[in-house]
C-alpha cells in the first residue's frame, strides 16, 4: 500500500478474480472517467523485476472500460456489460517496485454500440505505456 494516496483515491470496490491477487487497487472516481492506480509490488512484476506488461494491458482496459462506463451513463445510455472488442498497448517505459502506478483515461467517444477510450499510464507521473480500446455497447453487445 503506499505510504499516502495520491488525492482523490480510495479502495477500488469493484472485484474481479483476475486484480484480486493485484490488491490494494484504488480508484478515483470523477464525472467523466475512472483512473485506476497501485503501488508496484514484487506480485506484479516479471522475472526481470519490473511492471510486467500483462498487468498493463488488464488494467488500462479495466479503466478505459469503467471510464466509458461512466460517460455512457452521463448520457443516459445503457452502462454496465461493456464487451472489449480490441485492446492495443504500447510500452514506452518501465516501472519499477514501490512506484506509484496509475491509469489516467485521456478520451471516450461513446455510442450506441460502441465506445471508444485511449488511456495513458505513468509511474511517479512517467509515461510507462499508452493504451486503446473499442468497447461494444451493453444494447449491441446481447
Given at each position: ?36 492506480g497501485l503501488t508496484v509490488a514484487a506480485a ?41 472488442i480490441s485492446l492495443g498497448v504500447d510500452y ?22 460502441i465506445c471508444f477510450a485511449e488511456a495513458e ?22
Amino acid at each position: 500500500m503506499a505510504a499516502t494516496l495520491p488525492e482523490g483515491f480510495a479502495p477500488h470496490t469493484r472485484k474481479s478474480p483476475l486484480t484480486d491477487p493485484w490488491e490494494p487497487l484504488y480508484a478515483r472516481k470523477l464525472a467523466d472517467r475512472t483512473v485506476l492506480g497501485l503501488t508496484v509490488a514484487a506480485a506484479h512484476t516479471n522475472s526481470r523485476g519490473f511492471l510486467h506488461g500483462g498487468l498493463i494491458a488488464a488494467l488500462a482496459d479495466n479503466a478505459m472500460g469503467l471510464s466509458c462506463g461512466v460517460v455512457l451513463a452521463r448520457e443516459g445510455l445503457p452502462a454496465n456489460g461493456l464487451v472489449t472488442i480490441s485492446l492495443g498497448v504500447d510500452y514506452v517505459g518501465k516501472a519499477e517496485i514501490g512506484q506509484w502506478l496509475a491509469f489516467e483515461t485521456t478520451y471516450v467517444r461513446p455510442g450506441r454500440t460502441i465506445c471508444f477510450a485511449e488511456a495513458e499510464i505513468t509511474a511517479d507521473g512517467a509515461p510507462v505505456a499508452r493504451a486503446r480500446a473499442t468497447f461494444r455497447a451493453p444494447a449491441a453487445a446481447a
